[in-house]
């Protein structure tokens, strides 16, 4: 069964980097796509950026696009998450898990299980 372990988040002013670690075992990570999500009070989690195993290409939502960049290590079997500029509607616990093309906000994690995800709250 594949394990997701996700480190990194913390409080954080507006304007703030965090970088996101997302360490997965138990599984052949190197040939999934994998994304990052997010889930903030009183809303559905989202996909926000996602990174594919054939070239490492990443797609981002629109409003990360610029600030967030993705990235991974295979041999670590690990993806990143670099979060700049960060604002207070950032807010939320991130999650990563593997993702399905085509990417969109609405994707869904595609391992059978989620992290414990790491809690982001950027003040103002």
């Known amino acids: 069964q594949v394990q997701l372990v996700e480190s990194g988040g913390g409080l954080v002013q507006a304007g703030g980097s965090l970088r996101l670690s997302c360490a997965c075992s138990g599984g052949t990570f190197s040939v999934y796509h994998m994304g990052w999500f997010r889930r903030a009070p009183g809303k559905e989690r989202e996909l926000v950026a996602a990174i594919t195993w054939t070239d490492g290409k990443p797609y981002y939502v629109v409003s990360v696009k610029g600030r967030f960049t993705i990235s991974r290590d295979n041999d670590k079997n690990t993806v990143y998450l670099q979060m700049n500029s960060l604002k207070p509607e950032d807010t939320a616990v991130y999650y990563c898990?593997?993702?399905?093309?085509?990417?969109?906000?609405?994707?869904?994690?595609?391992?059978?299980?989620w992290g414990q995800g790491t809690q982001v709250t950027v003040s103002t």
């Open positions: 898990n593997a993702v399905m093309r085509a990417f969109s906000e609405t994707s869904k994690g595609n391992f059978g299980s």
